[in-house]
């Protein structure tokens, strides 16, 4: 039997026990169905209260995040932008602001895009923008087609992280970009107290009240726990094929920006 040096044993631990807390976290834990089939359900669940909720939970400051995505993703001056998991098209709509010829929406859920297509219509953006259902993981593109892709909150939920950020990378051009936005978790007390407790039992009772689905705020909470975030999903993007990776922690760490070229 091969016995661990002192230097050996915790690095081995701690591989152990991240592969455990790691199990897959899907909103309806107890229901049959892949994540990806939960996802798309549970969207579709949501989907009339899910701009309401969402700036509501977060006192609206998802905004400002998706205000310095569109800026980042401007310096970059890309013709053509993918926006997967669009949901309801907030940043797709957001990302005009970048004088792109056009932008490409994509999502699981039915419910989401027809929420997303009634606004873009609304603002008379259907010109620039178009939407269709689609996965995620399997994208109905052909190689180095964009010149940039962003995905705000959507990587949390693919079943096949990985394989989700393959895709894309696939689909950029040469030198393209990838953003992604996303939730972490704050480290610095007492902010990371202070969050914890508001995001394990005060969003999700409102969530709850309001969307009236019984697990989807429950989910949000779990998903996040489970995800990685920092450096060690800076580190995934390189994994799959992405340089210059960097990210960037707002409003304390709640959300970070990352940033990856192909």
């Excluded at 949901?87 to 709509?93: F, H, K, N, P």
């Amino acid at each position: 039997m091969a016995i661990l040096s002192k230097r050996q044993f915790p690095l081995t631990f701690a591989a152990i026990i991240f592969t455990v807390s790691k199990k897959e976290v899907k909103p309806y834990q107890e229901a049959e169905g892949s994540k990806k089939e939960q996802v798309a359900q549970m969207f579709d669940n949501i989907s009339e209260r899910y701009d309401f909720l969402n700036h509501v939970l977060s006192m609206s400051i998802d905004k400002g995040w998706r205000k310095k995505v569109v800026k980042m993703a401007a310096a970059q001056k890309p013709l053509h932008i993918l926006d997967v998991a669009t949901g309801t098209a907030d940043l797709a709509i957001a990302l005009t602001k970048a004088n792109p010829e056009h932008i490409t929406g994509i999502d699981i859920s039915a419910g989401m895009l027809k929420v997303g297509q009634e606004k873009i219509e609304a603002k008379k953006l259907d010109q620039i923008i178009s939407l269709q259902q689609a996965d995620s993981e399997n994208l109905p593109f052909e190689d180095n087609t964009f010149d940039a892709v962003t995905v705000a909150f959507g990587v949390r939920n693919f079943e096949n992280l990985k394989k989700g950020l393959s895709e894309i990378n696939r689909v950029l051009k040469p030198n393209g970009q990838i953003f992604v936005l996303e939730f972490s978790q704050p480290t610095g007390f007492p902010f990371k107290q202070t969050y914890k407790f508001y995001f394990k039992n005060i969003l999700p009772l409102i969530g709850r009240m309001i969307s009236k689905d019984q697990s989807a705020y429950t989910y949000l909470p779990e998903s996040v726990n489970a995800f990685p975030f920092g450096e060690e999903f800076n580190s995934i993007l390189k994994e799959v094929g992405f340089s210059k990776t960097s990210f960037n922690p707002v409003t304390f760490g709640v959300a970070t920006i990352y940033q990856g070229t192909k």
